[in-house]
């Protein structure tokens, strides 16, 4: 599927990081962007300089995800192109110090990056499939979602973060199936350590650390790196079901 100004894309967790990436580089394609974020300011920001709109929208909510998709189909028509970036990762282990990991904080985890992804691909996809195709072989969209390489290398603290995002790369493949009808491509990118607020926040050694992990290169990933692979994802229509590592060939440690 080819960017242009007639496609409408919506990008969640698009404030900041890689989220915030993807949206300046659909813009730059001349998409017709909407970023769905908690961060009112950060979001409103990138809104403003990528000619898009922003929705305050919080993904573990149902009547809040619709009603940001009612808000983005309202300003751009229905998406072709959907986006998952909203996602968080709080460390704790299976048990510390006689403590069990807090449940609370494990659903938290799940409801945000796995559920929250899942909902804005079933309320997408099915607004997509009522699209008429825009490519010679049918297709009417694309979904993109973002695990992680802890998906399949999680360390020690990230039970609940990794068991998150080895349920999106587990569900890319039967939601790939589901709309393969309805001419919707599925796929999942699974990033390795790259400069997002997070990892920025921390120490220039500590970063450099980091990097030096990397096979090749030898360095943190850059947000527009993720970015290229996305659009990569668009416009190569033979990219369908599965999960990319974008991770410099790393194999994370158990720490």
Excluded: W
């Excluded at 404030?15 to 993807?22: E, K, M, P």
């Amino acid at each position: 599927m080819q960017l242009n100004r007639d496609v409408a894309a919506v990008v969640t967790g698009g404030a900041s990081g890689l989220g915030a990436a993807t949206a300046r580089m659909l813009a730059a394609e001349s998409a017709k962007v909407t970023i769905f974020d908690r961060d009112q300011n950060a979001g409103a920001a990138v809104a403003r300089e990528t000619g898009g709109l922003f929705v305050d929208v919080d993904v573990t909510d149902q009547a809040s995800v619709e009603a940001g998709f009612d808000a983005a189909r309202a300003a751009h028509g229905v998406e072709r192109i959907l986006v998952n970036c909203a996602g968080i990762a709080p460390v704790a282990k299976t048990t510390s110090r006689g403590t069990p990991h807090p449940m609370d904080l494990f659903e938290k985890v799940i409801a945000v990056n796995l559920s929250g992804s899942f909902r804005c691909m079933s309320i997408a996809a099915t607004a997509m499939a009522k699209l008429q195709p825009v490519t010679d072989d049918g297709g009417r969209g694309v979904i993109i979602s973002t695990a992680s390489v802890a998906a399949f290398d999680g360390q020690i603290g990230q039970v609940a973060y990794a068991a998150s995002k080895a349920g999106i790369a587990g569900l890319t493949l039967p939601v790939a199936r589901d709309l393969s009808k309805s001419g919707i491509r599925v796929m999942t990118i699974a990033p390795g350590i790259f400069e997002t607020p997070m990892l920025l926040g921390l120490s220039q050694d500590v970063q450099a650390s980091l990097g030096e992990q990397v096979p090749f290169p030898s360095r943190l990933g850059r947000t527009h790196e993720y970015a290229a692979l996305v659009r990569s994802i668009i416009e190569n229509d033979m990219l369908n079901g599965e999960t990319i590592r974008l991770d410099g060939a790393i194999r994370m440690a158990p720490r």
